[in-house]
């Protein structure tokens, strides 16, 4: 298994880090999506990550198709250019990274005129479900049913109040979606 | 509004059983498979399991023409309106069998943004099947239970109006719900319902 290779660029060079990639003949988009990085230490935002592939050098028959990987970070509230105009075939990554992520792209077009627009969700959704400070419902209403820590009876939400530190010990389990418990019992 | 007639209306109690006996055998099924529980559901309509000696016909032409719609599978809430649609679309009276953990509460996506939480929050469900996937076997039990609830009912067109409640529909935004936002007092009684769907 051979790590594909990875170039991170600033956020004002995505697209020209994207039309370099594809002149060097990394000409098959194959996918684009975002990691929510909001909680990292130093400039927070969210990692767009595009998967380009070479169709012209290596061998179809054995897979082994030159592969880049084109990373940025995109800080909350900025946006990112549209790749619609390389690749016609990314206007439906990025909606979908947009209606799951909130991430913008300008200059998106997809042909229809109609803009970045939700893809896979339900009309009305409200939210974007694939950020970890999206809290799900039924999370919030129900504490995870089965035992989760050892020796459970601990509370069954993630962290401790502010006013009433926790004694120091195993660090609890915690996961995106699941609310803290500022929000209450559950 | 669904009616059964009024020579049906009107039938003799004898009548009413040979024509209850008719209708829990003759079961033209429409099966909505929306997962891998669709799968075991095909299996049960194939030589081994074979549900066609119960009186199940897999082969109706649409919902239409059907009487039982099973549904197996995920029900997400994108596909909730176009299950309300088909549903309302299949002639009274109609029976659902809800196939799997998923179609019938969520199952192990019961925490999920996307999932609609049991398929009884969109329509009325006669028999649940467990499991996940269950096994033919299990949807052949479900099939039995849901025959033997036909043969104990009495169809009225009032009773029948009464359960469909007319003609309904469902938008997508009826099982979708608002963006959760923290409670305003920390420590108060939460009171988010988990699907819009429950006001159907």
Known sequence: MIETPCRDVPLQEWAAALAAARSEGFDFFDWLTAVDAMDAEESPGFDLVCHLMNSSTGQLRTGGLDRVLIRTRVPLGESAASATGLWPGAAWHERETNEMFGVDFDGFDDGTGQGLRPLLLPNGFDGTPLRKSFVLAARASKAWPGAKEPGEGAPSHAGAPADKPEKPGRRKITAPGVPDITWGPR | ?200
């Not at chain 2, 669904?2 to 004898?14: F, M, Q, R, T």
């Not at chain 2, 066609?52 to 009487?67: E, N, T, W």
């Not at chain 2, 809800?98 to 006669?126: E, M, Q, R």
């Not at chain 2, 009773?159 to 938008?171: D, E, F, L, P, T």
Request: proline share 8%; charged share 20%.
């Open chain 2, 1 to 200: 509004m669904p009616s059964i007639g009024v020579l049906n209306d009107n039938a003799p109690k004898p009548i009413k059983v040979v024509l209850n006996w008719g209708r829990r055998y003759s079961l033209w099924v429409f099966n909505f498979g929306l997962a891998c529980c669709a799968i075991e559901f095909i299996a049960a309509s194939m030589a081994r399991h074979d549900f066609i000696r119960l009186g199940v016909i897999p082969f109706a032409p649409g919902p239409r023409q059907a009487d039982l719609m099973v549904v197996s599978g995920t029900v997400s809430d994108k596909m909730a309106a176009a299950i309300r649609r088909l549903y309302d679309q299949m002639p009274e009276p109609k029976y659902v069998i809800s196939f799997g953990s998923c179609a019938n509460s969520g199952g192990p996506y019961w925490d999920s943004y996307c999932v609609t939480k049991g398929v009884d929050t969109l329509i009325p469900v006669d028999v649940y099947v467990p499991g996940c996937p269950p096994r033919p076997e299990a949807l052949l039990q479900g099939i039995i239970r849901l025959q033997e609830k036909i043969a104990s009912e009495t169809l009225s067109t009032k009773a029948m109006q009464a359960k469909y409640a007319g003609s309904r529909s469902a938008a997508a935004g009826e099982v979708t719900r608002p963006l959760l936002a923290k409670p305003a007092s920390a420590g108060s009684q939460m009171t988010v319902s988990q699907t819009g769907g429950e006001q159907l």
